[in-house]
């Protein structure tokens, strides 16, 4: 299979464990939710995927062997991470932060800032001196700009107001609509990956406890995997 293949992932803090065996796919074009409580092993999937975490098992993207890369090869075979917490270079202007992620595609300057206005209209300020959401809109312009096929999003709304959840919102399911880009999307909001989400996939303490397409969701297991 061509896309995201993760079979039996482990993964380790120090002597701690956080992944027992994870196996989960993205298909080319798919969009899947990574669902699941706090600390049930989310955030550290996808820090696996990218490298940045100690881990055992299969993981291959478009045919490639991701264990033993480190990450900037792994960013470079396609797979783009929207982090948590949404770190951009504060010190760099936005415009600076958009072009020094740059790899030559469909996505440029033009084209992200197309997508999120506001980036253009505030190409020229620091970065620290951007809201939170616009924060978050760079941060997503990045990923952007290295022209991934494959898009990790990590609580992309997270901690944002309405307004600009709704604006992002809006950018992701666009960006669902260009049919070749894979995602990968991490987030709280059923109601907002009912939207996009292709699949669902609900971890619970470091292992996969549904998958499913994601209009199969039943009312038991959101409630029992995902409820407070
Ligand atoms: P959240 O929504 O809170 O980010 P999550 O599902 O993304 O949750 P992870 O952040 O992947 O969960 O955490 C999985 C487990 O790994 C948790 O038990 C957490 O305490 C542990 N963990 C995460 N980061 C570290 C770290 N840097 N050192 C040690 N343990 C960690």
Same mark, same amino acid.
């Given at each position: 299979?061509? $896309?995201?293949?993760? /079979?039996?992932?482990?993964?380790?803090? @120090?002597?701690?464990?956080?992944?027992? @065996?994870?196996? =989960?796919?993205?298909?080319?074009?798919?969009?899947?939710?990574?669902?699941?409580? +706090?600390?049930?092993?989310?955030?550290?999937?996808?820090?696996?995927?990218?490298?940045?975490?100690?881990?055992?098992?299969?993981?291959?993207?478009? $045919?490639?062997?991701?264990?033993?890369?480190?990450?900037?090869?792994?960013?470079?075979?396609?797979?783009?991470?929207?982090?948590?917490?949404?770190?951009?270079?504060?010190?760099? *202007?936005?415009? %600076? +932060?958009?072009?020094?992620?740059?790899? #030559?595609?469909?996505?440029?300057?033009?084209?992200?800032? !197309?997508?999120?206005?506001?980036?253009? %209209?505030?190409? @020229?300020?620091?970065?620290?001196?951007?809201?939170?959401?616009?924060?978050?809109?760079?941060?997503?312009?990045?990923?952007?700009? *290295? +022209?991934?096929?494959?898009?990790?999003?990590?609580?992309?709304? %997270?901690?944002? !107001?309405?307004?600009? #959840? !709704?604006?992002?919102?809006?950018?992701?399911? @666009?960006?669902?609509?260009?049919?070749?880009?894979?995602? =990968?999307?991490?987030?709280?909001?059923?109601?907002?990956?009912? $939207?996009?989400?292709?699949?669902?996939?609900?971890?619970?303490? $470091?292992?996969?406890?549904?998958?499913?397409?994601?209009?199969?969701?039943?009312?038991? %297991?959101? /409630?029992?995997?995902?409820?407070?």
């Amino acid at each position: 299979m061509s $896309g995201l293949v993760l /079979d039996d992932l482990r993964a380790f803090y @120090g002597p701690s464990q956080a992944l027992f @065996g994870v196996s =989960l796919s993205v298909a080319p074009g798919e969009t899947v939710a990574l669902m699941g409580r +706090n600390g049930m092993g989310k955030t550290t999937t996808v820090r696996a995927i990218c490298g940045m975490v100690r881990a055992t098992g299969r993981r291959h993207y478009a $045919g490639q062997d991701l264990a033993r890369l480190p990450s900037h090869r792994i960013a470079q075979l396609g797979i783009g991470l929207v982090p948590e917490g949404r770190r951009c270079f504060r010190d760099l *202007t936005v415009a %600076e +932060n958009l072009v020094a992620a740059a790899r #030559r595609g469909v996505w440029d300057l033009d084209r992200v800032t !197309a997508l999120f206005p506001r980036l253009g %209209e505030r190409a @020229g300020q620091r970065a620290a001196t951007l809201s939170g959401g616009e924060q978050q809109m760079l941060a997503i312009g990045r990923a952007l700009m *290295t +022209n991934p096929s494959l898009l990790l999003l990590d609580e992309a709304t %997270e901690g944002l !107001a309405p307004l600009v #959840r !709704a604006e992002i919102w809006g950018a992701i399911r @666009g960006l669902k609509a260009q049919s070749d880009l894979s995602i =990968l999307v991490i987030d709280k909001s059923l109601r907002e990956l009912a $939207g996009v989400a292709d699949r669902a996939v609900i971890l619970e303490r $470091g292992q996969v406890v549904a998958d499913t397409p994601f209009a199969g969701l039943t009312r038991e %297991e959101t /409630d029992r995997y995902l409820g407070v």
